[in-house]
């Protein structure tokens, strides 16, 4: 998805820069481990401790991420499945974190982020949410986002990858995120084999690499992922951390712990730094999306975010999603306007 998409769980309307509505789609539920995985479909158009086969953990890592400190030291003593939602090349060279560009109020944390599209609120929200850092799924940062926090680029999908695409996210960041959902045909829809054939343009920009995010299953043996950090292992390639997304069906004060627990098994399996790039409370039905009140919603924020910024390994997480969305219910939103916070919107700003 580029800067211009309005992503909302469930549904996906993209504009193009010519402000056209192109797509809207719709959503369904992936039952995991107890609690759904949110399995989003829209239009496809771009913008165990022991590793499992292959030994997916051994493969090469550059330098973790310097804004945190204890960043991969030693994970959890417990490991347990739990409910996603949603490095490599020929000595490519590391980079650095993102790091806080000038101006703006202190940071709560260099770990906490946010997703986001263009609206007309984006400069203030994203200031006023005491971010350090977004992406808008697109290599380029969003026009009206300001300097308050720092720019993430991203590769979406095959299409993405252009030596024009690749230049932008090299001038516009210092780390890459790697392809949006591939497991999924609504989404990057890339086989394995094609995100390996890729993978050494992208990591050609010297640029601190996130592994492509998939939609569900981070922590299986045979997954997407698995199959990927396997196959980039055998070719020499690098990936310098996991990213993931992850969207919880139980709205109790326990989806807290759901989240850790998936979280642990990640990194029990890869032993790897962790980016949540995508997280939220969403309930996913045969009628659609169903969303906590604003109370469960703004008490999981407090919960999740003190939660991740106590393990060592995740270096960076970024709520789901930090504007309105144009379909008139709040649902994940952070913020209606750029004066205007949800429940969850205050409960983000003052996390960290």
């Known amino acids: 998805m580029d800067e211009t998409s309005q ?4 549904r996906h309307v ?5 402000k056209r509505w192109l797509a809207v789609a719709l959503a369904v539920a992936v039952l995991i481990g107890g609690s759904y995985a949110a399995v989003r479909l829209w239009s496809g158009e771009e913008p165990s ?6 030994d997916p953990a051994a493969v090469t890592q550059g330098a973790p991420d310097p804004a945190l400190s204890g960043a991969t030291s030693a994970g959890p003593s417990a490991s347990a499945s739990a409910t996603p939602r949603p490095s490599v090349s020929p000595s490519a060279k590391a980079s650095t974190s993102p790091q806080a560009p000038p101006g703006g109020p202190a940071k709560s944390s260099a770990k906490k ?8 609120g984006l400069k203030a929200a994203l200031t006023d949410v005491r971010a350090s850092w977004y992406y808008n799924w697109s290599s380029g940062p969003s026009k009206d986002a300001g300097t308050s926090a720092a720019f993430v680029p991203m590769i979406w999908g095959e299409k993405s990858v252009t030596d024009a695409e690749l ?24 086989t394995v084999e094609r995100a390996l054939d890729l993978w050494p343009r992208l990591q050609a920009t010297g640029l601190r690499m996130g592994s492509p995010a998939v939609a569900v299953g981070a922590d299986k043996a045979g997954g997407w992922l698995d199959r990927f950090l396997s196959g980039a292992k055998a070719r020499g390639y690098r990936v310098d951390f996991i990213t993931l997304h992850w969207y919880g069906a139980d709205f109790s004060t326990a989806a807290v712990g759901h ?33 906590p009140s604003d109370a469960q919603q703004a008490a999981f ?31 994940t939103a952070l913020y209606r306007d750029g004066d205007s916070p949800t429940p969850a919107g205050q409960a983000y700003r003052a996390a960290g």
Do not use: C
């Open 7 to 10: 992503r909302q769980p469930g």
């Open 14 to 18: 993209r504009r193009d820069h010519r």
């Open 49 to 54: 401790s022991a590793a499992g086969p292959g």
């Open 113 to 120: 982020g946010v997703s986001v599209w263009n609206f007309g």
């Open 167 to 190: 230049a932008r996210a090299k001038k516009s960041g210092n780390v890459l995120l790697g392809f949006n959902e591939p497991d999924f045909a609504s989404q990057a829809n890339m």
């Open 259 to 291: 989240l850790k627990n998936y979280l642990q098994a990640v990194y029990q399996r890869y032993k790897m730094p962790i980016w949540v790039t995508e997280y939220a409370l969403i309930k996913w039905g045969a009628n659609g999306a169903v969303y």
């Open 301 to 331: 924020v407090t919960g999740s975010t003190k939660m991740m910024q106590g393990l060592s390994y995740v270096e960076r997480y970024a709520w789901f999603a930090l504007p309105w969305p144009t379909e008139g219910h709040q649902g």
